[in-house]
């Protein structure tokens, strides 16, 4: 019976945030406070903004002082897709009126965390962004997708040719359109074109290693992008 209670609490509770992330699709709620102080300081910066998913946000666990050492915002939300990005863009970019925002976003397309999604929509998905931001006089920085061999949470669908395509288009895009590109993969991709085991936790998930390997090249472009202006 005890066990019994104990399955029913963890299928109610699971019920629970279920509904409240179907409320809060993409998560808006999650960044309000810090979006206002920011845009209510009397202090004013030329902020970086770095927008993705957990990659973006697991940078803060591993190495922090990156942040708190620059004028940088880290707006990355944990499994997040691009279509979820697009959704929160204007409050956790544009609202923000950095001078760069830097975009890192689409390998949980490729997982379908939100569903079945294709390669050219994620693609388009992550333009949007961009062309959102240059409306609004934000530089952008435009990253390519780690490599990925497959994923723990949802194995078996073969991602490592389909980041290799996404980074095609993302970097053809950049190209065409004068913007700055960030190649994470070719300085993290291993033999197999997965991730190289000393720069992750896991097949997808960099470790302190490899954002040690990202730092340099996103300054890099950061610093690019900044004498565009």
């Not at 609490?9 to 960044?31: E, M, P, R, T, Y």
Request: proline share 4%; net charge neutral; charged share 20%.
């Amino acid at each position: 019976m005890k066990c019994f209670k104990y399955v029913m609490l963890i299928i109610f509770f699971s019920f629970i945030n279920q509904v409240a992330n179907a409320q809060d699709w993409a998560n808006l709620k999650k960044f309000k406070k810090e979006n206002y102080e920011i845009m209510n300081s009397s202090v004013k910066k030329d902020y970086i903004v770095f927008m993705g998913n957990s990659i973006t946000e697991g940078w803060l666990a591993y190495h922090p002082e990156f942040f708190e050492e620059n004028p940088y915002i880290n707006r990355g939300i944990g499994g997040q897709t691009t279509s979820q990005m697009v959704l929160r863009f204007k409050q956790d970019v544009i609202d923000l009126k950095p001078s760069v925002v830097v975009i890192l976003a689409g390998i949980n397309d490729i997982a379908q965390n939100t569903g079945p999604i294709s390669i050219e929509m994620i693609a388009e998905n992550i333009k949007y962004m961009a062309e959102s931001a240059k409306a609004n006089q934000i530089q952008v920085v435009l990253c390519s997708v780690l490599p990925a061999i497959d994923f723990s949470w949802r194995p078996g669908l073969e991602p490592a040719e389909k980041v290799m395509h996404l980074n095609r288009l993302i970097n053809n895009y950049a190209k065409n359109n004068h913007i700055v590109y960030v190649d994470y993969f070719s300085a993290m991709v291993d033999t197999s074109n997965g991730l190289k085991k000393e720069l992750g936790t896991d097949m997808v998930h960099p470790n302190k290693n490899g954002y040690l390997v990202m730092e340099p090249l996103v300054r890099e472009g950061i610093k690019k992008a900044l004498n565009q202006n």
